[in-house]
């Protein structure tokens, strides 16, 4: 186990350095054995302090949702430097006429107020960065990341040798893993631009060195065996099908990516699965996968443990293979006695420990996910008798409830001269594995529960957090809402819509939503880019903000010059949270189906109105209005009545358009040959309605959860009518093109 020292605040000040105080945010392991990110602030004054934490605990816990580093967060220590600044703030921010600043790190945006520089590109010194990082024991360039986080609101962030991101825009905590994509990983930008809002010209290169760029087909990928093509047809966990994308690396054309969107191009989706393979073997590649063994360097002898100590991830247990001259052994855990063997004179023991993760499918980077360790063995050889106390010396944190799906490790001093079993039990009562690993995704756990592990007279016990958070979503007001028998909702608007996702938990700790539209993929829920406290807004075509899109309801647009064709029609929109514990919840879903807006109003009509009125030209919108008169609406006019109530009954001959929405009328409605669009939704007729000749081309005519107390007649419509899966209530009967609606 981590000493508790090793887990207090440290003030520590060296000639390379101001004072700082070096704070262990989350720590798994000696660092000498880890693979350790160091955040370091900048631009926070002492005041500032709190600020920073609070963003350190943003970051983290949305980086930590993020695979593989959720399931490899055992490889993982972290910690913050908090280091005062004699300014709050940092340099060129957001201009480059606003104030340099004195900080610490010297962190600026403009690529560190170049005039040549890109505005959201936030450098530092790299040489203070690392003096400050050295605070940190036991971490080396070798085996650490480092995390510099800007005081700023202002979007930005680099990735290099050293990653930055600002800490406080809505946007900052996905920053981070795009950034630590470059520094950690290697990866490179998908974007299809350097300079925001200038599309970027046809890529002229060779075969990119980039792990998840080509210029070969995907017929070529399969035939050479180069890039991803063992990926090839696979569902994106970024969303779609990995294939080939074109863009990326700063051009339009002339290279491909794999994903049409994947953190690497567009914020709030997760890495693909080339890029998570990329990252499962850099992460690992900071640590080693076996962190201790049994002596190898003398022979050993035949009547004793041998003993391997692997890593742990948190999602599935290392694969450990015991071999005695070439032949493999039964045995396949940490420790193997070798005294039922009943060895005589010298043979060779290996013990192959492989990460089997699904991540992986390439054969290289699975060797390097693979350590095979050998000792000879001599019978003659007499092991000295063991002194060695049955105890514990690392596990999984104890400080913080595990998650229902977790691999909860329990690693022991090592007697020579016996197998050490761990005795599981859960909420008292014992279970059977003795292994130093448990998968409790096998027991399949729902609510809380009590965990402890035992060997000798040592005790662990943990918190099984097996709950799932929940979420709740609230849309603004839309023209309709359909119950359907499944449980589910159906949200009918013409126009744009917002949601607002609002997680909770039994148990304190972050929460992180996410959503998905149409199966697409799962895209973090972090407010809108503008502002963290706002719903996200959805669109038709999307909201363009500082040069990219956002909010595209159904197929995404990313950049302006990107399909702004409007996503008309239904969509289903997922919702899930991940909690503290590393829970995520089923998902669960609702419907809208968006129509296209009203024409645009060239007369509006509120309040009461008392007489008929005739449409002549032009569009005519009752806007909540109380109408005591009929409506006539005349060749080429259109009519938009919204919310309200027309007492006297409408008659449309050869109209434009005709939209009744969630309006009443006492009286008869006859809309006859209309050129453009017929659309009612919600409200009631109170009498019969009839829809007859009406040819509006691609745009069909919509009746939908309409409350009819005449007969609902439609003859000789092209198209024919819709509900969209709404039904109306039809007391005369329904006829017709509309008999089923």
Known sequence: ???????????????????????PIRVTGDPAKRFNLVVLGDGYTTADMPKFRADVDRHMNVLFTFEPFKSYRNYINVYSVEIPSAESGVSCDPDLTSPQRNTPLHMAFWSGCDPNGVQRALGMDGDAATAYANLVPGTTDANRQILAIANSTTYGGVGGTYATASGGNAMSSLITPHELGHSLGGLQDEYDYYARGVRGGAYTGGEPDSVHHTLLTEQEMKDQQKKWWRWLGEPSEAGGTIGRYESGMYSGSGVWRPSAHSIMKTLGYPYDQVGREDMTKQISAKTSIVQDTTPMAKAIGADRVVWVEPMHPNSHPLTITWSLDGKQLSANGQQ??????????????????????????????????????????????????????????????????????????????????????????????????????????????????????????DTRSWAVDATDPTTDYQLSNSLLTVRKADGTSEYVYNGPFTMKLTAADDRTGALTSEFRTDGDGWFNYFGWPSDSTSPWHFTPSGTEIDHLVYGKLGKPRLSPWDDPTPSYGQHTIEYRTTDAAGNTATAKSFQVNLLPAPPACTNTI????????????????????????????????????????????????????????????????????TAHDVTIVGGSVQGALALSGNNTGARQPVVAGVSV??????VGNSPAPSNIAAPNTVRGGALGQCSSL
Request: glycine share 8%.
């Open 606 to 673: 509120t309040g009461s109105h008392d007489g008929a009125i005739v449409v002549t030209d032009g569009v005519t919108c009752l806007d909540h209005a109380q109408l005591h008169g009929a409506i006539v609406v005349q060749p080429g006019a259109s009519l938009v009545a919204t919310g309200s109530t027309i007492t006297g009954g409408i008659s449309a001959a050869n109209a434009d358009s005709v939209e009744l929405l969630d309006t009443t009328v006492r009286g008869a409605a006859t809309i006859a040959g």
């Open 336 to 457: 193997l006695d070798l005294r039922p063997l009943n060895l005589k004179g010298k043979h060779k023991l290996t013990a192959t420990v492989v990460d089997p993760t699904d991540f992986v499918r390439d054969p290289a980077i699975r060797q390097a996910l693979t350590n095979t360790h050998a000792w000879s063995v001599d019978a003659s050889i007499k092991t000295p008798p063991t002194t060695t106390p049955v105890t514990f010396t690392d596990t999984t944190e104890t400080d913080r409830p595990v998650g229902a799906d977790e691999v909860v490790f329990a690693d022991t001093t090592h007697p020579s001269n016996q197998v050490v079993p761990v005795r599981w039990a859960l909420d008292g009562k014992s279970l059977a594995s003795t292994a130093n690993d448990l998968d409790l995704k096998a027991l399949r756990l729902t609510g809380t529960h009590t965990l402890t592990a035992a060997v000798g007279t």
């Open 1 to 23: 186990m981590v000493s508790a020292l090793a887990l207090l605040p440290v003030p520590i000040a060296t000639a390379a350095t101001g004072p700082a105080t070096v704070v």
């Open 709 to 714: 107390t005449g007969a609902l007649t439609c």
